[in-house]
C-alpha cells in the first residue's frame, strides 16, 4: 500500500511537469507572449493612422448639410416670395413645447390678418411636429446651422415681418463685428409693427 510520504511526492512531481510543459509552450508561441488582443488594437490603430482625418477645418471649411437636416423653422415662400401662412394655428397647437404664437386678427369682411408669427428659437427642440402638422405646407425647417448668439434675446423671430426674416436677421447678427453695440431687445408685436411700416406685408391678408 503507498504510503502517505510516496503519495505526496507523486502528486507533487505531476504537478511540476504539468507546468513546466505549460511553460515549455508559452516560450514557444509569441501570440500567446502579448495576446491576440494587443495585436487586434495595433492593426486597428496603424489602420487609423494611416486613413488621413475626418474631421474639417470648421468655420473655414463646412461639410454638406443632408437634405433631411433640422435646424430653425422658417417661412416656405411660393413661387412670387410670399408666404403661404393662413393662420390656421394648426403648428400652434403641434407645437410639444409651446413655443409658437400666432396672432390673427379677422377684420369685418372675415379677412384673417396675421399680427404676429412668434417663434422662439432658443426653445426650439427642433422636432419638425409643427412643420407636419402645416396644411399649407407653409413653413419648413432650415439647414441654416450657424444659429449660436450670445444673446438670448436675439432668438426670438417674428416669421411673418418678412418671408425670409430669419436669415437676414441671423445674418446681421454673424455679420456684425466683434465688440460692436447690439440692437436693443424689441418684442416681437413692436418689431413687427416697425417692419410693417417700413415695407409693407406681402401676403399677409387670407380670404
Ligand atoms: S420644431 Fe418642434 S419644438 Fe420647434 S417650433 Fe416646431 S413643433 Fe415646436
Ligand atoms: S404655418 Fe401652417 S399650420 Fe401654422 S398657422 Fe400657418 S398655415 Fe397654419
Sequence with gaps: MEGLAARVDRVGHADRRRREAVADG???CPMSWFGSGILTGL???MRNMLRGPITVQYP???LEIPERARWAVEMKPDED???KCTGCLACEKACPDFIIKIDVTTAEDRS???DR???ELG???MCGLCV???PFDAIRMGHDYELARTDVAELQYDLLTDVAAAQPKRKAAAERPAGAERPAPVAAPEAAAAEAEVEPQKGGEQS
Design 117 to 119: 408669427w412668434h417663434y
Design 123 to 125: 426653445a426650439c427642440m
Design 132 to 134: 407636419e402638422a402645416c
Design 60 to 62: 473655414h471649411e463646412k
Design 112 to 114: 384673417k390678418h396675421i
Design 81 to 83: 416670395g410670399n408666404h
Design 43 to 45: 492593426r486597428i490603430t
Design 26 to 28: 508559452v516560450r514557444g
